[in-house]
């Protein structure tokens, strides 16, 4: 059956929305939408085509922007106010030039830019800076803070990573709508099986003798993966893989133990990580030389790296991508794919452009170019009526 494939692009000037042809071969850019606001991350349902962006910065306080019309229309629920709404306050001349008007926001002082948003079952979540969660039954008209992991035991523990104490990705079971993942940056994985009532750190590694002796702070040690976790994704059986600040990790258990399967990557460290829609096993990296080597690809070589055995080996995609003075960054909610056969593999990069592959990694063309810096990439795919 034909679909229609948008592609949810969250930039540092707004969202963009890319609707490709029943090829994939052309696609059609819109934007920049919500005001040109910082968007971390941009996501929709395909039951209902509702789409979400979240984002914001000190500036403008956290908010989710909320489209109900393919990207026509945007709709904002913010929940924090900013530095411009003190500013507006206390100046009604700057008052009338903004159009601004005073509004109640609940999560003041709480939370500061909201960083994920995922549609799990029938209940809205969004992981906010600094490391919160926050939920919504009624599909983002209003929000309730996640008090179990927000103010977790041990949360005085958490350290913040480059970008600060992030909760970037929410991952869920679609079979069971209690459990729940929940990646923070730099406190590491937590995990939930009953809806949220508690949550369980996750972050043991499975073969510590074989990471040790490093000596960069965020790599493994002391029995775990390094609290740094960049992205997660699930496979069906509980099976998980993360890209890690300091490497690349398998989980066949829910995250209770984790396997290092960098062994053949080019470099330790990278932001994204993507999975195969129906192959658990197939997944894609894309390797940068490191956090303090300029944060491009090796060798300034692009390449995405596909593993068809779940880590156990890997290999350089290239063909279509820059062969040389390659310099982009690709930011770790900044990769997916999509549905279709053989599967569609995007990324966006800090340089403004997006690449796909129709044939599941094995070429790429620039699609879109010129866009601001990318922050997130994700797929919608509503079928045809």
Known sequence: MASDLNLLVGTTKGAFILTGDTARQVWYVSGPHCDGWPINHVNGDPANGLIWAGGGNDFLGAGIW?????????????LSKGEIDDWAANDPETARFLNWEPIETAFDGEVSAIWSVAKVHDTLYAGGKPGMLLSSTDDGSTWEKVSTLSDHPDKDQWNPGAAGLVLHTIVSDPDQPGKLWAGISAAGVFATEDGGQSWERR??????????GHDHPAAPHDGQTGLCVHNIVRAPGDLLYQQNHHGVFRSPDGGRNWHD???????????????????????????????????????????????????ESWQAKRHGLPGENCFFTVLRQAMATDRQSPAGVYFGTNTGSIFASRDEGETWDEIASHLPTILSV????????
């Open 378 to 385: 994700e797929v919608l795919e509503r079928a045809a009526e």
């Open 203 to 212: 972050n043991r590694l499975s073969n510590a003798e074989a990471c040790s």
């Open 66 to 78: 909320r489209s109900g019309d393919g990207g026509g229309t945007w709709t904002l629920s913010k």
């Open 261 to 311: 399967i960098t062994t053949g990557l080019p470099s330790t460290f990278g932001f994204p990580i993507a999975l195969h829609p129906t192959d658990p096993y197939t997944i894609w990296v894309l390797p940068l030389n490191g956090d303090n080597e300029g944060r491009y690809p090796p060798e300034a070589r692009a390449a995405v790296w596909k593993s068809s055995d779940g880590g």
